[in-house]
């Protein structure tokens, strides 16, 4: 225990920017792939063949193992964020656009029906009633995503990604030195701390982002 807090003490500026990168990198793939994810739901939703074709190819992208996925990558974008940010992007897919595709299939026609005899037309009627009464959904996807990813980026280390992959990866090559199994150590908890603190934020701005009538 003395040697795994003299590890931290010593390495807290370093862990500090290491943590710092794999949240942001962890964040930046979840968002492009919300984005990414929502409009492919809402250009297939209505589709019960479409939905289906989307949400396969989507599962069809986790069944390939991490490290085949970033060996594909290297080759194209190189080292670093290019394949690391690519192939998070691709692995968060699945929970958004499944929950996205149920999320506006679940809202009441009679409710969208309504409005657009008070005049909105398509868009405003997906921006002002399908999505927010969606939101719920997405961001239980998101959350699912962000869980998802905090542990695949620390095996993008294998790609030189950010993060504290490469601190893990660093610890368990040096197996057999003072400071390997604490390195090691240190990573794999810092990363499930910062999985369980994104957890909560999600939490709270469900909470703040939802209106009272859907949550309760």
């Known amino acids: 225990m003395d040697t795994l807090w003299t ?3 010593h390495r807290r500026h370093q862990l500090l920017i290491d943590s710092y990168l794999h949240v942001s990198a962890v964040l930046q793939s979840v968002l492009i792939a919300t984005l990414v994810a ?10 019960p063949l ?5 949400t396969a190819l989507a599962s069809a992208i986790l069944t390939v193992p991490s490290f085949a996925l970033l060996g594909l990558l290297i080759p194209v974008l190189g080292l670093g964020v290019g394949p690391t940010i690519s ?4 692995y968060a897919l699945l ?18 029906d309504a409005a657009r005899g008070v005049g909105m037309n398509r868009v ?62 240190v990573g794999t908890v810092l990363i499930v701390v910062l999985a369980l603190v994104l957890d909560g934020i999600y939490v ?13």
């Open 124 to 185: 405003r009627v997906l921006a002002a009633i399908e999505l927010p009464l969606a939101w719920p959904a997405i961001l239980a996807g998101m959350r699912v995503s962000t869980q998802l990813t905090m542990g695949i980026l620390a095996i993008a280390a294998y790609a030189k990604g950010p993060g504290l992959g490469n601190l893990i990866f660093s610890g368990l090559a040096r197996l057999g030195s003072p400071n390997a199994v604490p390195q090691a150590l």
């Open 204 to 216: 709270l701005v469900g909470r703040l982002t939802t209106s009272r009538g859907i949550r309760d």
């Open 95 to 112: 929970p958004i656009l499944r929950n996205t595709i149920i999320g506006l299939s679940s809202v009441d026609p009679a409710v969208t």
């Open 38 to 47: 929502v409009l492919i739901g809402i250009a297939v939703h209505r589709s």
């Open 87 to 90: 192939a998070m992007v691709l």
């Open 50 to 54: 479409g939905s289906s074709i989307a």
């Open 7 to 9: 590890f931290v003490v």
